[in-house]
């Protein structure tokens, strides 16, 4: 199965180039372009996109509010988005999450590594740059401990404790595979803990598990392993 995917950069050039590394391969597709944000979204929805490559900084709508407006169609259920951006700053990089974005990387990504994202993207699982984790890992950190409210607690305590531990290594970056090498179980028992975790907390892909994961503490810098 083929992988389309919507190139969203106001710069031609690098559309150019990035459609030329990804045209290359067998399984992925440039099935359209865009120089702004509003593009974006018509041409999430006319070429039927799984993944938008999505620039930040762009004329009129940016990327992150062409994220937000993707994710917030029904129509647009099985888009994924990921960042591809020069800037990697924790605000940016938390606006993007909370936008819906499914993964962040910066430019300076090797180009099997940006390949490689795309098809992960497209899986449904979290992708994020180590300088985008970082920022993540330091802007909750920074934070002063919030008190959660009731509704958070309730879910965290839906939580089984084996999806808990997951959860939280997922909120460390760690994949599928190797989640299951740290708990000698297999991938398939991952991704379902996984998804379980997902569904339970309202999290509509592993980024905004990341984010749910921080804000409650279920990481090994939040004490709760």
Request: net charge negative; hydrophobic share 45%; proline share 4%.
């Amino acid at each position: 199965m083929t992988i389309r995917i919507v190139l969203a950069d106001d710069q031609a050039l690098l559309r150019s180039t990035f459609r030329l590394l990804i045209d290359a391969q067998p399984d992925l597709e440039v099935v359209a372009e865009a120089a702004d944000g509003a593009e974006a979204v018509a041409q999430a929805r006319a070429a039927r996109a799984d993944v938008v490559l999505m620039d930040i900084r762009m004329p009129g709508v940016d990327g992150i509010e062409a994220t937000r407006r993707i994710t917030a169609d029904e129509s647009l259920a099985g888009v994924k988005v990921l960042i591809l951006t020069t800037f990697e700053t924790d605000d940016l990089v938390v606006a993007a999450l909370r936008a819906g974005a499914s993964g962040y990387l910066g430019k300076g990504v090797d180009p099997g590594d940006l390949l490689e994202a795309l098809r992960t993207t497209a899986a449904g699982e979290r992708l994020l740059s180590p300088v985008a984790t970082t920022a993540l890992i330091s802007r909750f950190l920074s934070q002063p401990e919030p008190v959660p409210p009731a509704a958070r607690v309730k879910l965290v305590e839906n939580l089984t404790p084996r999806e808990r531990e997951i959860t939280s290594l997922v909120a460390t970056g760690l994949s599928n595979d190797e989640i299951a090498g740290e708990l000698f179980i297999s991938p398939a028992t991952v991704k379902t803990h996984v998804n379980r975790a997902m569904m339970k907390t309202g999290s509509r892909d592993r980024a905004q598990l990341v984010i749910f994961a921080y804000e409650n503490h279920l990481t090994s810098s939040g004490g709760s392993r």
